[in-house]
């Protein structure tokens, strides 16, 4: 099972997975003939340059081997990501405040330490900094608080 | 006198009062953001993106110009300081560096750092005034097939000098051009790859896509990593001895003049150049035994040598609309969503734009030097807030920068996505530059590929007959046979398994 999780190898299988993609998601799109070239013509041709290319890849890394994949830690991925998601649902709803506090809270998760305290300190300071910053100097047309500022 | 002319005209707008005020705000918060450790110059432009789309044309890439002189120069001092590089071309500097810095004379190695990079940044941008015009000239005789020629060899120059595995590379490079193509087709009109989603049909965003795949995928990692620092810092006094000033006047001589040759190569740029200066110093010198721990020419020649290619990177990119590697990919985005199509029109028809940037990049040159030299302690105070202050708010202002390029939170979405994917990217040794320059030149690839097969009338042998587009697509064939054959790749590996 070692020798499929290598990095060129899932490099590999990666480039095959867009590839097709590409040409699934883009096989209603006319070719054309080379002269008057339709718009799925030089799509297609990437899509199976790099199908090719990942075929490739993928043989290469398992004739010649390549380097195992480090093990990824989920957390800093998967909560960094999940703050990021859940400030742009609640941007536009609930304001910079709200947003803020739940991007800051949920990313600071993502590191080592989490010591509620700093963190509340961190808030309240990106708070001021940001409120005076985005809204008050530059005038940005966004909300503070929804409904309130 | 014509470059007279040029130049005064290029005074005339860069010494505006506006146009101060971008450039030195720009190189403070390059400063600012390069700095934090872990942070390249890629990384530090691609997340301050979203604050200079606002501004008009000549100031935005003024003040990127600037962004990116203080993210290397922010990058400098955080690995002399406390051996963190922010990116590949200043891993060299913290071999000697950090020494010197252990050895209390941290100070002297940054102000010499300092001096030599603006020593190296005037040289470069005069390189760039004397060689802009005629590579224009040259390039104004381009017809639609040479253009795609040359584009193909510099993607593929890029990949070939800047990457680890070269078929990865190349793999990135077409990923990247397929993603170009998301939106309408120009020609057509047809949706390509846009799902229905109403925000993607002016083609995809190439600002979140930067700030996902370098911003958010460099501070996960970083998470990932938990960065540890030593003690406390000390920076000592900032003048260099009699002894440091005489051994490092050579170095920075050497160090520009090499920086500057391989920093107008596609995929050259500081990284090449930090690296063969120091190489060179070493083996130039008396005691290269000396090197490793804290030779002063081991500082001095590399960073001239970043500075100087990074001056001398914008000339592909400002004469023939070419970027050699991820920051001028940067720069051709920005200049793009400004309404500018980078190439040799620019200089023709923007004459001002051009020629204020020139003038202004040497003029943020200076501002570093006059500027940080005092300012270090604050730098350094910096250095010491703790990462998990740092993490949480560098995202946020990525949110609010992303969700500020149109008031959509769309926007934001794209970098959490390509947040995730850059992340898959580093986990898998595959590097995100190559995939930005397809990013950057796909669209206007298939465009000229379009045109030059349309004018043949579908005869692919058009690329052939014409001499500029055969001449070029012989060196991007050569390039790639070269760097098949096996003695050469041996060393290539080596050289990149010193650089990781």
Redesign the interface.
């Known amino acids: 099972m070692n020798r499929f999780l290598t990095k060129d190898f899932l490099s590999g299988l990666m480039f095959v997975a867009f590839g097709l993609a590409a040409l699934y998601f883009g096989q209603h799109l006319a070719v054309g003939t080379p002269v008057r070239m339709g718009p799925g013509y030089v799509p297609r041709m990437l899509s199976l340059i790099l199908l090719a290319l990942g075929v490739v890849v993928c043989i290469v890394a398992l004739v010649s081997g390549s380097e195992p994949v480090e093990r990824p830690k989920w957390k800093p991925i998967t909560l960094v990501t999940l703050g990021i998601v859940c400030f742009a649902l609640l941007f536009e709803r609930a304001g910079l405040i709200p947003s803020l506090v739940v991007l800051v809270m949920i990313s600071s998760l993502a590191g080592e330490e989490f010591k509620l305290t700093e963190v509340l300190g961190n808030i309240v300071v990106l708070s001021i900094l940001c409120t005076v910053v985005f809204k008050v100097g530059l005038g940005m047309n966004i909300s503070v608080v929804q409904g309130i500022w | 006198m014509d470059l007279l002319d040029n130049l005064v005209l290029g005074i005339s707008v860069a010494f505006t009062f506006q146009n101060l005020t971008y450039a030195l705000l720009g190189c403070m918060v390059g400063t600012l953001i390069g700095v934090l450790p872990g942070i390249g110059p890629v990384a530090t432009i691609a997340m301050l993106l979203p604050i200079t789309f606002h501004l008009p044309p000549t100031a935005s890439l003024i003040m990127l110009a600037g962004i990116y002189y203080g993210a290397q120069y922010g990058g400098s001092t955080t690995s002399i300081l406390v051996n963190l590089p922010g990116e590949a071309s200043s891993v060299v500097t913290c071999l000697d560096g950090y020494q010197m810095a252990r050895n209390g004379r941290a100070g002297a190695a940054l102000s010499i750092s300092a001096v030599g990079s603006f020593f190296a940044g005037t040289i470069g941008t005069i390189i760039i005034v004397i060689f802009a015009e005629p590579l224009t000239r040259m390039a104004q005789k381009f017809g639609p097939a040479d253009y795609c020629s040359l584009m193909a060899l510099g993607l593929v120059a890029a990949v070939v000098l800047a990457s680890g595995?070269i078929?990865?590379a190349?793999?990135m490079v077409?990923?990247g051009?397929?993603f170009g193509?998301i939106g309408t087709?120009v020609?057509?009109g047809?949706q390509?790859?846009t799902?229905d989603i109403p925000e993607l049909s002016d083609g995809i965003d190439f600002a979140p896509i930067a700030m996902g795949l370098f911003g958010?995928a460099e501070?996960?990692v970083n998470?990932?990593r938990?960065l540890e620092r030593g003690g406390a810092i000390k920076v000592g006094s900032l003048w260099p001895t009699r002894e440091e000033i005489r051994r490092s006047i050579p170095a920075i001589l050497r160090g520009t003049l090499l920086g500057s040759l391989l920093g107008v190569l596609p995929g050259g740029g500081p990284t090449l150049g930090a690296f063969s200066a120091y190489t060179l110093e070493k083996k130039l010198s008396k005691t290269p035994g000396q090197f490793g721990k804290g030779a002063v020419e081991g500082v001095a020649a590399p960073e001239a040598a970043n500075n100087a290619a990074a001056q001398t990177s914008f000339i592909p990119m400002l004469t023939l609309g070419i970027p050699s590697n991820a920051v001028m990919a940067l720069m051709v985005g920005a200049m793009i969503i400004q309404g500018i199509q980078p190439g040799p029109e620019v200089m023709t028809k923007k004459p001002d734009l051009f020629w204020g940037m020139i003038v202004s990049m040497w003029i943020g040159n200076a501002m570093l030097v006059i500027i940080n030299l005092p300012m270090i302690g604050m730098w350094v105070k910096l250095l010491t807030v703790p990462?998990?202050?740092l993490?949480?708010?560098i995202?946020?202002f990525?949110?609010?920068g992303a969700?500020?390029l149109q008031?959509s939170?769309?926007h934001?979405?794209q970098?959490?996505i390509f947040?995730?994917l850059g992340?898959?990217f580093v986990?898998?040794?595959?590097e995100g530059a190559p995939f930005l320059l397809g990013l950057v030149l796909g669209p206007q690839m298939?465009e000229y590929?379009?045109r030059a097969?349309?004018l043949s009338?579908?005869?692919?042998m058009v690329f052939i007959e014409r001499p500029i587009s055969l001449g070029l697509l012989i060196t991007t064939a050569l390039l790639l046979v070269l760097m098949a054959l096996p003695s050469i790749k041996k060393a290539r590996e080596e050289a990149f398994q010193e650089e990781g």
């Open positions: 595995s078929t990865k190349i793999s077409f990923l051009l397929l193509l087709d020609n057509t047809a390509r790859f799902f958010i501070i996960v998470l990932e938990h990462y998990r202050y993490a949480p708010a995202l946020l990525c949110c609010i969700y500020s008031n939170t769309f934001v979405m970098v959490a947040g995730v992340y898959v986990k898998l040794g595959c298939e590929f379009r097969m349309l009338r579908g005869d692919a």
